[in-house]
């Protein structure tokens, strides 16, 4: 069935950068909407940025500047580019898709990733 593997997290220090991909397998002929959300220890889950499939963009105020999200539609993979990382972008990132036409089905909610953490060190 339809799933979301994120690739690209890791540690980096204050200001640097770091790339993050999801690619959504599953035998998938279109997706509406593409995103992250983050979560830090102690904090709620928040939106860091999603796009739809016609490209149309939302990012969280703290990240806006920062963070450029993209998609490759034909491959069925959304980005993060992450530059000028703070200590406060420390969190899990996950991955997640809305509107998931698979063949013979559609997917109803939202599906998640398993999470990659990003670490940005002082």
């Known amino acids: 069935q339809v799933q979301l593997m994120e690739s690209g997290g890791g540690l980096v220090q204050a200001g640097g950068s770091l790339r993050l991909s999801c690619a959504a397998s599953?035998?998938?002929?279109?997706?509406?909407?593409m995103g992250w959300d983050r979560q830090a220890p102690g904090k709620q889950r928040e939106l860091v940025a999603h796009?739809?499939?016609?490209?149309?963009?939302n990012y969280a105020d703290s990240v806006k500047g920062r963070f450029t999200i993209s998609r490759d539609n034909a491959k069925n993979m959304v980005y993060l580019q992450m530059n000028k990382l703070k200590i406060e972008d420390t969190a899990v990132y996950y991955c997640n898709a809305e509107g998931i036409r698979s063949v013979g089905s559609y997917i109803v909610g939202r599906l998640w990733g398993q999470g990659t953490q990003v670490t940005v060190s002082s």
């Open positions: 599953g035998s998938i002929s279109s997706i509406n909407d």
């Open positions: 796009i739809t499939s016609g490209g149309s963009t």
